[in-house]
């Protein structure tokens, strides 16, 4: 299959490109940016010197229609919803690692992303690719919205839950802590090494762009109403994803239990790994891979749950989920271009 990425010079871009890289059936045709059309990839990450060495071109919707079968967004939000269509509406397969599609209604995209929806059909169309929880949806689907890195990580940890009611609904509080990566490659005061080293910052509180889509998920879970409460903090690493989940549960249940309902639940999902009671996971665990790894521990004198999930934020939190979706739109195996183990350390 011949595949384009869009926004390739980003941290997502580059890292599809090396997942694509050793994907057994695609073939990696053209990458695009409208930022640094003309430079040659290795220009900006020279680490791809005898890799892959093309050029970035121009978006030009005729000419990469008819040079590609599939195309990845990785570009920021609020860029995706203008073009998108436009190949969605030739036939060619496309996924979306922004968060143009991932919402329903085009006033709450208005709300939490501050610019109106240009094509709001669109949205009532695409698939959620929560690959681990939808995996047939998505086999079905011509369009996919890759889900938010903060959301895919809190969603695993909550969704088995809240769908075996294990869990009070109103109680649920996400703590979530990312690397600067997150941020993308864009120069900014905020990520400047002097500010992030030896710090940790909480930002966006109780705005994070990610919270709807989290509440969207969970309320067709319950069918009921779900609002949660999501604090985010920037910490001094460059990958990785750490959310950690506090919810009442409904009655007096073990941690074995709760691992049981994981384990179950997840039993098909090669990318979803469960501890054993008493231990935990850790950032470095799922780094560089598509693993999210899951740890509980049940509080019996207060009746909480606390779950604790962690993704590397490039990978299962972008791009490796993205790769993932595609295997499942074309009936390849899910986990191929993904059988990378954690690096470490």
Same mark, same amino acid.
């Given at each position: 299959?011949?595949?384009?990425?869009?926004?390739?010079?980003?941290?997502?871009?580059?890292?599809?490109?090396?997942?694509?890289?050793?994907?057994?059936?695609?073939?990696?045709?053209?990458?695009?940016?409208?930022?640094?059309?003309?430079?040659?990839?290795?220009? *900006?990450?020279?680490?791809?010197?005898?890799?892959?060495?093309?050029?970035?071109?121009?978006?030009?919707?005729?000419?990469?229609?008819?040079?590609?079968? *599939?195309?990845?967004? #990785?570009? /920021?939000?609020?860029?995706?919803?203008?073009?998108? %269509?436009?190949?969605?509406?030739?036939?060619?397969?496309?996924?979306?690692?922004?968060?143009?599609?991932? *919402?329903?209604?085009?006033?709450?995209?208005?709300?939490?992303?501050?610019?109106?929806?240009?094509?709001?059909?669109?949205?009532?169309?695409?698939?959620?690719?929560? #690959?681990?929880?939808?995996?047939?949806?998505?086999?079905?689907?011509?369009?996919?919205?890759? /889900?938010? $890195?903060?959301?895919?990580?809190?969603?695993?940890?909550?969704?088995?839950?809240?769908?075996?009611? *294990?869990?009070? %609904?109103?109680?649920?509080?996400?703590?979530?802590?990312?690397?600067?990566?997150?941020?993308?490659?864009?120069?900014?005061?905020?990520?400047?090494?002097?500010?992030?080293?030896?710090?940790?910052?909480?930002?966006?509180?109780?705005?994070?762009?990610?919270?709807?889509?989290?509440?969207?998920?969970?309320?067709?879970?319950?069918?009921? %109403?779900?609002?949660?409460?999501?604090?985010?903090?920037?910490? /001094?690493?460059? !990958?990785?994803?750490?959310?950690?989940?506090?919810?009442?549960?409904?009655?007096?249940?073990?941690?074995?239990?709760?691992?049981?309902?994981?384990?179950?639940?997840?039993?098909?999902?090669?990318?979803? !790994?469960?501890? %054993?009671?008493?231990?935990?996971?850790?950032?470095?665990?799922?780094?560089?891979?598509?693993?999210?790894?899951?740890?509980?521990?049940?509080?019996?004198?207060?009746?909480?749950?606390?779950?604790? $999930?962690?993704?590397?934020?490039?990978?299962?939190?972008?791009?490796?989920?993205?790769?993932?979706?595609?295997?499942?739109?074309?009936?390849?195996?899910?986990?191929?271009?993904?059988?990378?183990?954690?690096?470490?350390?």
């Amino acid at each position: 299959m011949r595949v384009g990425i869009i926004g390739a010079n980003g941290y997502s871009g580059i890292e599809l490109i090396r997942l694509l890289h050793e994907h057994p059936h695609v073939t990696l045709n053209l990458i695009v940016s409208h930022s640094t059309s003309g430079t040659p990839i290795t220009e *900006l990450y020279p680490h791809l010197q005898a890799i892959y060495e093309e050029q970035l071109e121009t978006l030009d919707t005729d000419k990469m229609a008819s040079q590609v079968d *599939l195309v990845f967004f #990785a570009t /920021p939000a609020r860029v995706s919803k203008d073009w998108l %269509p436009a190949f969605a509406e030739k036939g060619i397969q496309c996924i979306d690692l922004s968060g143009d599609f991932r *919402l329903k209604d085009p006033d709450v995209y208005q709300q939490w992303y501050k610019a109106e929806h240009t094509n709001p059909a669109y949205l009532q169309e695409v698939t959620y690719g929560l #690959a681990d929880v939808y995996p047939e949806k998505v086999r079905r689907a011509h369009v996919i919205a890759n /889900p938010g $890195c903060y959301a895919t990580a809190a969603l695993l940890g909550l969704i088995p839950l809240v769908e075996k009611k *294990l869990i009070s %609904p109103e109680s649920i509080i996400i703590d979530g802590k990312s690397g600067t990566s997150g941020a993308g490659r864009k120069p900014s005061l905020t990520t400047l090494f002097g500010e992030v080293n030896e710090n940790v910052k909480a930002y966006k509180l109780g705005k994070h762009q990610h919270i709807p889509e989290m509440e969207q998920v969970l309320t067709e879970v319950s069918e009921e %109403p779900i609002q949660v409460t999501f604090s985010t903090h920037l910490i /001094p690493m460059t !990958r990785g994803i750490m959310c950690t989940i506090y919810a009442d549960l409904q009655e007096a249940y073990s941690a074995k239990d709760v691992i049981h309902t994981f384990e179950s639940y997840y039993d098909s999902s090669p990318f979803v !790994r469960v501890r %054993p009671e008493g231990t935990w996971p850790s950032t470095k665990e799922v780094y560089g891979s598509n693993y999210c790894d899951l740890g509980v521990t049940v509080d019996e004198r207060t009746g909480k749950v606390t779950i604790v $999930c962690v993704i590397d934020n490039v990978v299962k939190g972008a791009s490796g989920q993205a790769v993932q979706n595609m295997n499942l739109l074309n009936g390849w195996d899910v986990d191929a271009g993904l059988r990378h183990s954690p690096v470490y350390p």
